[in-house]
């Protein structure tokens, strides 16, 4: 199956500054979405980006499909930007199904 | 905005119970999920279904059932529940066609004693 690496795994910021995550694939995709994990478990929807780019605040993103990566950018941290951000992506005819990377925790300290 | 809801956030069962997770969605999506999360091993889909009594195994489906009767409803069977089963179980539901978006709902911790 397709395989999702996400860097780098763990991330401490300073708050303002600013950071990129970045998620490699193994092969194609028509579904590729970025969740932020909250404190409390639940996957919350960032973006949905099988290719191109869009933005969303201070929050951006941008797939590159022909080279099988894809960046999240986060500008300006906050401290309720902590939390564990997942990668996570569909191929072919299941591209329904998500196949997830491990993650990034993120850790924004004041 | 989509909604998924599952029946509990916290839930504690003894060895050999059998536990019903529930899930609800309220956007008509054909394509529902059930996926576990471990520390180490990530996120690992258990099951899914793509329409009303469909379903389909996903990667790690062993000791588990899955029941759909009505579209909003996914439901997860633990027949015979096993500390190994302690995790947290994730919902998410989406559209059957070119847009593959899921949403989730909040999670449900299950410990197994």
């Known amino acids: 199956g397709i395989q999702v690496e996400q860097s780098p795994p763990d991330l401490i910021l300073q708050e303002g500054a600013n950071s990129t995550l970045r998620c490699n694939f193994s092969?194609?995709?028509?579904?590729l979405q970025w969740f932020h994990q909250n404190p409390w478990g639940q996957l919350i929807n960032l973006f949905y980006?099988?290719?191109g780019t869009k933005q969303n605040g201070r929050l951006s993103a941008t797939t590159v499909a022909t080279e099988r990566y894809s960046l999240l950018y986060i500008s300006s941290s906050q401290t309720t930007d902590s939390g564990v951000y997942f990668c996570?992506?569909?191929?072919?005819?299941?591209?329904?199904?998500?196949?997830f990377g491990k993650g990034t925790k993120l850790s924004v300290i004041p | 905005d989509v909604k998924v809801t599952q029946s509990s956030r916290y839930l504690v069962k003894r060895t050999g119970e059998k536990v019903f997770l529930e899930c609800v969605q309220d956007?008509?999506?054909?394509?529902m999920f059930w996926y576990r999360q471990d520390p180490g091993l990530g996120l690992r889909l258990i099951y899914f279904?793509?329409?009303?009594?469909?379903?389909e195994k996903g990667d790690i489906p062993e000791g588990y059932s899955v029941s759909r009767e009505k579209k909003e409803r996914f439901s997860l069977i633990l027949e015979s529940a096993s500390t190994n089963q302690t995790s947290m179980y994730l919902c998410?539901?989406?559209?059957?066609?070119?847009?593959?978006?899921?949403?989730f709902g909040q999670g449900t911790r299950l410990t197994v004693v």
């Open positions: 279904s793509y329409d009303v009594k469909m379903k």
């Open positions: 956007m008509d999506h054909e394509n």
């Open positions: 092969d194609s995709v028509n579904n």
């Open positions: 980006i099988p290719s």
């Open positions: 998410a539901s989406s559209l059957s066609d070119t847009t593959y978006e899921a949403f």
């Open positions: 996570a992506v569909g191929s072919g005819a299941g591209s329904y199904q998500l196949t």
